[in-house]
């Protein structure tokens, strides 16, 4: 089981944002956000979005750094990635 974030690439709300992925379950993943504050609202189906300043507590926490690519890649091979279609 492995909690993984990517690169904070993602313009919003004046901030960069990544995203925070388990490659094993979802309940693992709930688990390490509540534990390092990351917000509930947060949470979008299968990743939480994490604003770039809270990524090195992350990481020292035990969260692996990964590309983008790397993450959807692992994220469809656990079969908790939600497809754009579905996100309705």
Do not use: C
């Amino acid at each position: 089981m492995t909690i993984l974030v990517d690169d904070p690439l993602w313009p919003a709300h004046g901030r960069l944002w990544a995203h925070l992925v388990s490659d094993d379950n979802l309940d693992e993943l709930h688990a390490f956000a509540r534990a390092h504050d990351v917000p509930a609202r947060a949470f979008d189906l299968d990743h939480y979005d994490v604003p770039e300043e809270i990524i090195p507590r992350l990481l020292t926490a035990g969260a692996q750094h990964v590309g983008g690519k790397e993450l959807v890649r692992r994220l469809i091979a656990s079969g908790l990635r939600i497809p754009a279609r579905d996100r309705r």
